[in-house]
């Protein structure tokens, strides 16, 4: 469990009791604090969470938010009540805990299981819940989450844990929140962008599939890992339309937010929108190289039947054209081993030279004949 404090440009990380932080037992008087908790550990001290939420909002969370806190299946959605926002964002982020990547490809797998491009497989799509207060921002985590951590930091490293005498207005420029709203769309768009880091391997890794679907000399064999990728390209398209509807959801309950006039409240109003476009723009990003990828997979399929198909036809081309060569030869071969008694140079000393060099004749005739309309030619490429 990880709690801080964030009053304008300073940022400070609550006590701890042991192994164990502290819940905060009263708000500060100005700015905001955020709860950050593993869901085993929400899961363990859900009553002590809740009413600290109750001491601190005056408002705990409802009972069917908490089951979908400790959904670990539950995709994205979103959810409001008059107290709180609810959002579940599945983050697409590496596994950390996996060997490295060199390595990782070259690890035989074991036998009968032919998985696909590793990168797909080191995905993580756990779904970390946010519940927005007005003063509170409670955010649920996988176990190990390296998001919480990174944003923790990253926060830390802001202000050097120390308090800054820096112009408040400030803080957003220099990666502080401004509120818990903004601090919940800082993290969905680091879990977006951690996406986006993986696309160039994950195109490198299918591109190479695609190589060997479309050279002429190799025999592809990897059908199932090329299926569990295309499944896998499929759930992340799935996966990222539900993002896309949530946080679009979310941004359309901007609109219902009753602001002050205050020039400072409609600036971080108007911050809030901004971001929260700038959240559903990465998103279509990423649906947009999926789907990229799909296609650019799907294509490469096609044009490896294609290819078998023109090498097919090339190879019965060929063999009608042989059969046609040796038509002629073996209908003058069945005529002279007909057994009639006379027949013209059936006794004749040269019969079998001058047939013999017809035959020839009439094959490298009907030879170049087509050689020249390139019957006997192998397609190009």
Not at 279 to 291: A, N, P
Not at 298 to 321: K, P, S, Y
Request: proline content about 5%; aromatic content about 8%; some cysteine.
């Amino acid at each position: 469990m990880r709690v801080f404090g964030i009053q304008g440009s300073q940022v400070q990380a609550w006590p701890s009791q042991g192994s164990e932080t502290a819940l905060p037992e009263a708000m500060p008087e100005q700015g905001f604090l955020w709860l950050a908790f593993s869901r085993s550990h929400f899961e363990q001290h859900l009553p002590a969470i809740q009413a600290s939420l109750q001491q601190l909002t005056g408002q705990s969370l409802v009972d069917l938010h908490v089951s979908d806190l400790l959904n670990g299946q539950l995709p994205s959605r979103y959810d409001f009540t008059s107290h709180y926002d609810l959002l579940v964002f599945r983050r697409l982020a590496q596994h950390t805990g996996t060997a490295p990547r060199h390595s990782e490809t070259k690890t035989p797998h074991a036998p009968g299981k032919r998985p696909g491009p590793p990168i797909l497989q080191r995905i993580d799509t756990s779904p970390v819940g946010f519940a927005v207060f007005e003063r509170v921002l409670l955010s649920v985590h996988p176990d190990d989450c390296a998001v919480r951590e990174a944003y923790a930091s990253r926060l830390l490293n802001a202000t050097g844990d120390k308090a800054l005498n820096v112009d408040p207005r400030s803080a957003g420029a220099r990666g502080i929140p401004l509120s818990p709203a903004d601090m919940m769309l800082r993290i969905v768009s680091q879990m977006v962008d951690a996406y986006l880091d993986l696309r160039r391997e994950l195109s490198r890794q299918l591109d190479h599939w695609q190589a060997e679907l479309l050279h002429p000399r190799a025999r592809f064999r990897r059908w199932d890992a090329l299926l569990q990728a295309r499944l896998a390209l499929h759930q992340l398209e799935d996966l990222c339309d539900d993002q896309h509807t949530a946080m679009l959801n979310w941004n359309e309950t901007l609109d219902d937010w009753v602001v002050s006039e205050d020039p400072a409240a409609l600036r971080e109003h108007e911050l809030l929108r901004v971001r929260c476009r700038d959240v559903l723009e990465h998103i279509d990003r990423v649906v947009h190289h999926v789907r990229r990828l799909e296609h650019n997979t799907e294509t490469a399929v096609q044009m490896h039947f294609n290819a078998q198909g023109n090498r097919t036809n090339d190879i019965m081309r060929t063999l009608t054209a042989l059969t046609a060569i040796f038509l002629p030869l073996n209908l003058i071969a069945a005529v002279f081993g007909m057994n009639f008694e006379f027949m013209p140079w059936l006794h004749t000393a040269s019969a079998f030279w001058w047939t013999l060099g017809g035959m020839g004749t009439i094959a490298t005739t009907m030879g170049l004949v087509f050689w020249r309309k390139r019957y006997l030619a192998r397609s190009g490429g």
